[in-house]
């Protein structure tokens, strides 16, 4: 029988045909203007680097990760299915898009669990909004074998989607209670908006233990909302938010684990995130964009390898053997952030000089 079109699924292929013509090869200008300090002397091979990182308990050969990005329709199925074969292939562990339409229509399933059949024994992590129960959360886990969850906060696309929520009260006691009572890690992000230090802080005192920051300058769901709105549009709010650098620096000495995300498209862009603090790194528009064309997969797998050679060779150059050890090399925020920093009385400057050197 064939499956019915629905309304929920036209709005899945919509998103994923407006991220796609928002897709830029260049990283967000924050990201490249970010800049970390030459010492020539690295002491080091590049035989000696491990890649290895830690997020939410598990531990990832590489630290960087698919991020949430669709699901929900046939399209997205065939492009989930892509992704999967590459997580596959390449070892990197991946992110469902919101599993939101399954849990209200059962015939989508399969856009989602296509995830594990082409992933069996690969890190997955499911994806819902904050506005959903503990019981939820436990059957999106349980459709696809998930090793975690993503609980995304999405306030500001909700607001501009014609048929987005507009209340928005119990989304922390949803938090605090997904995250007590389902047996696997949480990860609670946003879609492209950035976190302040202020909600940061807010997730650490109801338990969350690691928030990906998910920062403007990638995929922009205030445009994505407006390209579909027929009335009036929400033009000003496409600027919103935090950018990844600024959420980065906001959180830096929170007690709790940071993924980076939004505008970021090489390796160089991931060890920037990481030496400003990111355990781990998630991408979605650039994945979106490797797998798009039917007979990519060859060419992605062999791009994804290229990163890692490419991470290894960077390390080498900072003189750093492992990822968390980015976190001591010196790196030069741009004017925006250190402007920003000065605004939010965090100190700039502490990041260009981290690298304790004895020059006796």
Partial sequence: MTQAYTQQMKRKD???????????????LELRQTRFVHHPLSEMAVDEVSLQTKMAGFTLET?????????????TTLINQRLAQLAHETGI??????????????????????IRKENPNGIVLANLGAHYTVESAKKAIDLIEAN?????????????????????????????????????????KEVGFGFSREAMQELINIGVQTIDISGRGGTNFAAIENARREDTLFDELEDWGQTTVQSLVEGYDLPCELIASGGIHSPLDIVKCLALGASAVGMSGEFLHLIRPQDSLPTAIQTVNDWKNQLKNIY?????SKT????????????????????????????ANRKTKNFS
């Fill in 316 to 320: 080498t150059l900072l003189g750093v």
């Fill in 63 to 75: 630290p960087f990760f698919i991020n949430a990005i669709t699901g929900g329709s046939p399209r």
């Fill in 148 to 188: 975690g969850i993503q609980i995304h906060v999405n306030t500001l696309q909700e607001l501009v989607m014609p048929e987005g929520d507009r209340s928005f009260h119990h989304w922390l006691k949803n938090i605090e209670e997904i995250v007590s009572h389902v047996d696997v890690p949480v990860i609670v």
């Fill in 324 to 351: 968390e050890a980015l976190r001591q090399t010196d790196i030069i925020l741009p004017h925006t952030t250190a402007h920003w920093c000065n605004a939010r009385h965090i100190d700039w400057t502490t990041f």
């Fill in 14 to 28: 919509e998103h994923v045909g407006h991220a796609t013509q928002q897709y830029q090869s260049q990283s967000h």
């Fill in 93 to 114: 562990a991946m992110a469902t898009g919101s599993m939101s339409i399954a849990m209200k229509d059962p015939s989508t399933a399969e856009s989602f669990t296509i």
